[in-house]
C-alpha cells in the first residue's frame, strides 16, 4: 500500500501534490517524495523519510516550482526501509527526465530485474518499481507511449502508476485494478490520486475513478485518453474498502464508509451477540462497522477506547514491556459503564 | 492549559515521565520538558520545541538518568512561544537545584515581576512561572516547605505544581483548584499527572485525585501529606470536562465522558432537533456529546465527518485561501447518505 | 581567554560583529554568540556550541537586525562547556535589557555568587560572569553607570567588557588591564574587539586601545569617555604577547609578530644551538619565534613539519592509539634533508 | 581535483580510510564518502556534502564495519555540486556490488554517455566516472579484469582508481598517469591514497608509487599485479607538485618541498628582485618558494600575511563588497616593518 498524487497544468502544483499526500497519509509513512516539472521542462525533486509534514517543509516547497508534479508516499512492502526505495524514482532516459511514482507490487519482478542486471542495467534500490524504469529505458520503440507499453506488456502483478514523461503525466492502472486511482478537475487542470479524499481535500471535483486497463495522459492542460490495455480479469483488492481507504473515499464506485456501515450489518446478521451490553469500535478503522452492527443488532453504541492522536515514532524502553507500552500509549478504555447511566 | 507530569522512587523516571507526558499531548504541543534527579542528586534536563516525541529522541532520554523526574508540555497562555518559555525551569537557588512544572495562570504575576525587578531580581522568560521560582529563591524561611508557603502566600490565580528541591517532588494544587492533578502508584513509587489517562498509560493505579488547596511530598519513596493551604471557595474549571481533558480520564472526580454524554442528553432536551435527520460529531472532541444526543433525541448517530489523523504543523501556502485549506485538510464529509441505505 | 567584538552605529551590526568574532575565533572555539539591538530598542539574540561559522548561518544572522551589536566567543576556563554558560549573557533587569560579554577570570566570584545566592539570587549558568549581571541588577543606584561603578567595585579579578544597557555600548578594561580591548572607527560608528585583527578585519582603522581602568559608553552614535577606575598595578598578561594573540595583531601597544621575533632573537642568544642544522617552527604559533632564531643564531630556516588545515573536531577510535594519530593527523614531518638543495 | 584512500585487509578499515581522507582534505572539500565491506560481504556505504569530519561522525563510521573500504573526497570538476555526484558510487551490476572511487576526467565521457543512454542505461550523476561503471555492467566478460579492460579501453582522459568488485580492492593508474597514487603497507595489509602525507597520517610506510598504466588487485590480503595498461606518452600534471598536492607528500617519485624550493630558487635566478625589502609567502601553498627564493637573492625571509585557519563556508553579505571582505577575513598584513629590527 502506498499513496500517489499528481497534478498538471496548476501553478505551484509541488505543494497541491503535497496537500494531496497529506490527505493519503494513511496509506504510507515511511518516506515521501515529489517531483516538480516546470514550465521550460526542468525537473525538480526531493525525497526524504518520514511523514509528508516533516519531509516537505516550507523552505524544500519553494524550490520545488512548476505547473506539473507528481508525488508518493510509501508503505514499505518490497524492498527495505532506505530513502534509495523513496519514491518518486528520478532518471533520465534518451526520452528524457522520467518520474516513476508507482502503488503495487510486480510478481514477476525477481526475474525482470535478473535479466536486466545480466544485461548490464545497475540497480539502485530494491524496489520493484526500477524494473519498470529499466525496461522503459530499454525499449526501442521511438514514442513513450510504446516505449511504456513494451514495459507494461513484461510486467505481472499490480502497477497503478503516475510517470512523467518530459512534461506530459500518465496515469495507468494495470489490467486487473488491484489498486484504485481518481481523476479530479482543479483549476483548469487535473489532479490524479489514490482516493478521493485527496481530491475533497484539494477542491477539486471527481471527474471519473479510473477502471482497470485504463490509461491515459495530460499534456498540454488537456487529457488524452489511450487504447485500454489488454483485458485481464478484474482483481480489485478488498482490503481498500476493508482497511486500507479512508472512509470518506469513494473507491472502485462505493463509498468505503457505506460498504463497511454494510460489513457491520452483516456481521451482526451472521454472528449476532444477543446477550452483550453494547458495540464499540476499535477507532477509527472499525468506527463504521461498529455503527453498522449496532442498527442491525439493536445493541447500543459506545465509545469503549480513547486513541491517542500523537502515536508515532515513540520511543519505549524494550525492558518495559514494549508491547504492552505500546497498546496502552495508543489506546484506553473509557471508564463509563456501558450502559452509560449518569 | 498545559500538561504535567512527575514520577519518584521508581527506575528510568524520565522515561516514565516521557510517557505520562505523551498521554498528556493534547494539553499542549507547543514545547516539552524533563527534569531528572538521581540518586546522587544530580539534576539532568532537557527542553525543546515541538511534541514530545521530537524533543525526547531515545538518545536524549539516555542522558536523563534518575529515579526522580518532572515534565511538562506546554501551551502558550501567558508568554511568547519560544525555547526560553519552556517547561520545566531549573535553577540554582540557596536550597539547592529547584525544578518547577506550572499548569496556570497568575493574575497577579505582573505586580510580583515588577516588584521582584526593582529588587534585583533577573528574568530570562516571559512565563509567569519564574515569578514562583523568584519568590522561593528569596524567601527567608530556612525550610523548603517554609519557602514555597512564603511564595504561595503572595500569588493570586490557577497554579498547580509539580516542584523539585533537591531530590524531593512537591505536588501542589492552589486553594480554588483549578487544574486538576492525580496521584497514582507505580511500582513501588508514585506518579503524579494531570489527567488519570496518563497514570491507565503508565498502568499506575490511581490513589487519589488532589483536592483544591491539597499539597504533599514524596520523598524517600514516601508520602508525607502537608497542611492544607488557606481555604478559599472552589473554582473548578468547567472546561476540563467540556473541552481539554481527555474522555477516558476521571477529573474532578467525573468521568470526562460520562459528563460528556450527559451534557449531550441535556443539549438534546433544551434544544431538541425534531425533522433533524440524524446527529453526527465533529470529531473527536464532540464523540461523546453526539452520542448523549442521540440516546435522548432517538435521532440515528452517523459519522459526518472523517478527520486525518496527520495533521501537524502543516505548511500552507497562505495564497491559497488558507483557512479553507486547513479546515479541508483536517476534516472531510462522508458521504454516506444520512438515513445509511445501503 | 575569549574573543569580545562590539559595533555601535553600524546598519547591520550583527554581521559585522560575526565578522569581527570570525578574525577571533582562535580565541575560543567551544561557543559563540551575538546580541543585537534595533532602532526601537528591541533585543535579538542567539548563542551555540561550536565556531563562529557553525552558530551563525545566513539564516540565524538575518534574524538579528540592529545598529547596536556584541558578541563573543568562548574558551572555556571556568564553568562547564554547555549551551548555559555560552556569551553574551541577556537578561532584562529594572534597567531594561542588558548584554554582557566577558574576558577575563573573576578571582572572587565564588564568594560573591555565594553571597547572592544567600539573598536570593537564581543562576542558570556555572559562568563567573553570572555574578556581574547579578551585582549590577541589585545596584541601589539610578544610573546604569553608577551600578556598573556599584558592581565592578565588588569584583576582584580580570574584567575586558563589552556591556550594553538599552541601546548603549559600554567597553571596559580592568584596573589591572589583564585582556587587551582595541577601538576602531567603522563607517560613522565604532567597533571594539579583542584584538585588532578584528578590526583589520572589517576594514576599521584603529582609534586607540584602551588602557588599563579605562572605560567608555558609546551611545547615539557618540563616545563618552568615563572617569578612570581607582589605580591598581597594571598586570598585562604576558600570554597574550607569547601564544594567544594573533601575530598580525597590535597588543597592548606592540606588534604580536614584532615581540615573538624578540624572543626568537633572545632565546638564541640565551640558549644557541652551534652544531645545529637548521631551525624550524612548530607551526603556526612559533613561526614567528623561529624566525628571530635564525636571525640571530645564523641557522638555515627551514619548514619541517606541514600541519593539516582542517584539524578540528576528528573522530579517533580511542582503541587506535588516539594520541599518536591526534599528533599524526595535525602534523607531518617533510622529507626534505635539512640541507635541502637538490 | 579530488582525493581517494582505500584500505585492504585491516580490521576498522572504513576508520583508517576516514583518517586517510583527512589527510587529503585538501584535494576536495565539496563532499565525501566510503564504501565498506565486510567479512560476509555486505557492502556499508555512506556520502555527503562537507568535510569529511562533517560527513563522518562517530555515529556514521560506526555503520560501516569491514576490513575493505574505498573512499574519496571531491573538487567539483565535472558535475554539479550535488550528493548524487559525490563517490564512491556504489552500484549492484551482475558481477555483484561495485563501488568507484575516481580522480581525473575523462576526455570523451559526453560521447560515451550519449552511447550508453541511447542503449537504455540510466544516469543519476551528472558526474563523468558514472560512465565507467555502464561500460564495465555492459561488458560481455566473464571474469571481472576482462570487465575493467574492456572499459578501460574504450575512455580516453586522466582516471586514478580505487574500485571494489566484491571484496576485491582494485587500484588504477591511466596510462598518461595523470594523477598520483601511492601504495603503502598497513598492519599486514594495505592502503592505496593519492598522495604519501595520507600514508604517514596512518603511519604506513609506503611500498611504491603506482606508475602510468599501472594497475593491480588486492585480494585475500596479498597484492596481485596485473598485465601493464597498453602504454602511452607520460602526463603527470605538473600541478600537482605547483599547488594541488601537500608539501610534506612525495609525488611522481619527488618530495614536493623540494621541488617547490627549486622553483622558488628558480625564480630567483630568472626575476631576481635586487632592490627588494624581504621575501615572504603568501600562506601556506608558497611559503617553500619564498624560501627557496630568500636562500637564492639573499633576501631576507620575512612574514607579511596571516591565514586565518578557521576560514571555511564563512557567509558575506553581498552588499558589503564581499570579495573585498572574503580577502580581509582570511589574510592579514603583518606590520612589522620589513627590515624587522626592533
Same mark, same amino acid.
Given at each position: 500500500m502506498c499513496g500517489i498524487c499528481g497534478v498538471a497544468g496548476v501553478a505551484n502544483a509541488a505543494e497541491l501534490v503535497y496537500l494531496g499526500l497529506y490527505a493519503l497519509q494513511h496509506r504510507g509513512q515511511e518516506s515521501g517524495?515529489?517531483? /516538480?516539472?516546470?514550465?521550460?521542462?526542468?525537473?525538480?525533486?526531493?525525497?526524504?523519510?518520514?511523514?509528508? =509534514?516533516e519531509v516537505f517543509p516550507p523552505s524544500v516547497l519553494q524550490q520545488l516550482p512548476g505547473d506539473v508534479a507528481v508525488g508518493h508516499t510509501r508503505y514499505s512492502t518490497t524492498g527495505s526501509s532506505v530513502l534509495a526505495n523513496a519514491q518518486p524514482g528520478l532518471v533520465n532516459y534518451h526520452g528524457g527526465?522520467? /518520474?516513476?511514482?508507482?502503488?503495487?507490487?510486480?510478481?514477476?519482478?525477481?526475474?525482470?530485474?535478473?535479466?536486466?542486471v545480466r544485461k548490464g542495467s545497475i540497480f539502485r534500490s530494491s524496489s520493484d518499481s526500477e524494473v519498470l524504469v529499466h525496461l522503459?529505458?530499454? *525499449?526501442? !520503440?521511438?514514442?513513450?507511449?510504446?516505449?511504456?507499453?513494451?514495459?507494461l506488456e513484461r510486467v505481472e502483478g499490480a502497477y497503478t502508476l503516475l510517470l512523467t514523461i518530459g512534461r506530459t503525466v500518465y496515469a495507468i492502472v494495470d489490467p486487473r485494478g488491484f489498486r484504485p486511482l481518481a481523476l479530479g478537475a482543479l483549476r483548469?487542470?487535473?489532479?490524479?490520486?489514490?482516493?478521493?479524499? /485527496?481530491?475533497?481535500?484539494?477542491?477539486?471535483?471527481?471527474?471519473?475513478?479510473?477502471?482497470?486497463?485504463?490509461?491515459?495522459?495530460?499534456?498540454?492542460?488537456?487529457?488524452?485518453?489511450?487504447?485500454?490495455?489488454?483485458?485481464?480479469?478484474?482483481?480489485?483488492?478488498?482490503?481498500?474498502l476493508i482497511y486500507f481507504s479512508r472512509p470518506d473515499s469513494v473507491v472502485f464506485g462505493e463509498s468505503v464508509d457505506r460498504v463497511r456501515r454494510a460489513l457491520g450489518r452483516e456481521l451482526a446478521r451472521e454472528h449476532p451477540a444477543p446477550g452483550g451490553d453494547c458495540?464499540?469500535?476499535?477507532?477509527? *478503522?472499525?468506527?463504521?462497522?461498529?455503527?453498522?452492527? !449496532?442498527?442491525?443488532?439493536?445493541?447500543?453504541?459506545?465509545?469503549?477506547?480513547?486513541?491517542?492522536?500523537?502515536?508515532?515514532?515513540?520511543?519505549?524502553?524494550?525492558? =518495559?514491556?514494549?508491547?504492552?507500552?505500546?497498546v496502552r500509549i495508543k489506546f484506553n478504555p473509557v471508564l463509563t459503564p456501558p450502559r452509560g447511566r449518569s
Open positions: 517524495g515529489i517531483v /516538480a516539472l516546470d514550465p521550460s521542462g526542468r525537473v525538480h525533486g526531493h525525497r526524504g523519510m518520514g511523514l509528508v =509534514q527526465p522520467l /518520474a516513476l511514482a508507482h502503488n503495487g507490487n510486480l510478481t514477476n519482478a525477481r526475474e525482470l530485474r535478473d535479466d536486466l522503459i529505458a530499454r *525499449s526501442e !520503440a521511438r514514442e513513450p507511449e510504446d516505449q511504456i507499453l513494451d514495459a483548469g487542470g487535473y489532479v490524479a490520486a489514490s482516493e478521493t479524499c /485527496a481530491l475533497d481535500s484539494l477542491g477539486a471535483p471527481l471527474v471519473r475513478e479510473l477502471q482497470p486497463g485504463e490509461w491515459l495522459k495530460i499534456e498540454d492542460g488537456r487529457i488524452v485518453d489511450l487504447p485500454r490495455l489488454p483485458r485481464k480479469e478484474s482483481r480489485r483488492c478488498v482490503f481498500e458495540v464499540f469500535s476499535v477507532p477509527d *478503522s472499525s468506527n463504521a462497522m461498529a455503527l453498522g452492527f !449496532a442498527e442491525t443488532s439493536g445493541l447500543k453504541l459506545e465509545h469503549g477506547l480513547i486513541r491517542n492522536h500523537y502515536v508515532g515514532r515513540t520511543f519505549i524502553n524494550p525492558g =518495559q514491556g514494549a508491547r504492552d507500552a505500546k
